[in-house]
């Protein structure tokens, strides 16, 4: 079962910033928190990924709370090739990092 | 650096036959994943492997299915006598290590007539 919760959809204007929230609250000190999206029936891209400090890299930014309890992705500038369902999974580091997905967040990217 | 290769892209099958998908990881990737996203619903995990080995298969189908990654060549997922239900996309994903991200290839379309 999925260990995070996260709104079954948004809507973002294009050029605006992208704020998807989830929520983890049962996650434990070696969990990491995984994004990963799904553009219409592609394979699903890995975007970012953080243990306890915020990332950020060429597709987006993580913020992870102080207790970790829960994150916020962050797309700085949306496009409409950013229309998917987002993920957010959490995964254990230890050996076997198969991944659990939920049902995850439709972002719809409107212009 | 070629990104997870998988063939065919899509496949139909009649039932009762045999399946076979191939998945080639990223180079220097010697994880593989297999996953499966039946019609309207979510991505289900079904088996982890290393070379030549078979990590964790906790969701896998009990019967027809089966999964190898040898020594040399790609990944295969088997499923012997197809039923429509199996009508699905899988896909298959591979990391250069365990604890790391996964890449995902674009996926086979299983058709079941």
């Known amino acids: 079962d999925a260990k995070t919760t996260q709104p079954p959809s948004m809507d973002c204007a294009e050029g605006r910033a992208a704020n998807l929230p989830c929520n983890h609250s049962?996650?434990?000190?070696?969990?990491?928190v995984y994004w990963y999206r799904q553009i219409h029936s592609q394979g699903p891209q890995y975007i970012i990924h953080?243990?306890?400090n915020n990332e950020t890299n060429e597709m987006a930014s993580l913020i992870i709370t102080e207790d970790r309890k829960s994150s916020t992705l962050i797309l700085p500038h949306a496009t409409l090739r950013d229309t998917a369902v987002y993920y957010c999974?959490?995964?254990?580091?230890?050996?076997?990092?198969?991944?659990?997905f939920g049902a995850g967040t439709i972002l719809r990217v409107k212009s | 650096n070629a990104g997870v290769m998988q063939n065919p892209r899509h496949l139909v099958r009649r039932r009762g036959q045999e399946a076979r998908l191939r998945c080639s990881p990223m180079?220097?990737?010697?994880?593989v994943y297999w996953y499966r996203q039946l019609p309207e619903e979510g991505l289900k995990f079904m088996v982890y492997?290393?070379?030549?080995?078979?990590?964790?298969e906790s969701g896998m189908p009990k019967e027809r299915f089966s999964a190898e990654f040898p020594k040399e060549g790609p990944s295969i997922l088997r499923i012997q006598q197809v039923v429509r239900g199996d009508s699905a996309a899988y896909f298959c994903?591979?990391?250069?290590?365990?604890?790391?991200?996964?890449?995902f290839g674009p996926g086979t379309r299983l058709t079941v007539t």
């Open positions: 953080g243990l306890k």
């Open positions: 994903a591979s990391s250069p290590r365990t604890g790391r991200e996964q890449y």
């Open positions: 492997l290393q070379k030549e080995n078979i990590i964790d």
């Open positions: 999974i959490v995964v254990p580091m230890e050996y076997g990092n198969k991944l659990v």
């Open positions: 049962t996650i434990s000190g070696n969990e990491y």
């Open positions: 180079k220097g990737h010697s994880h």
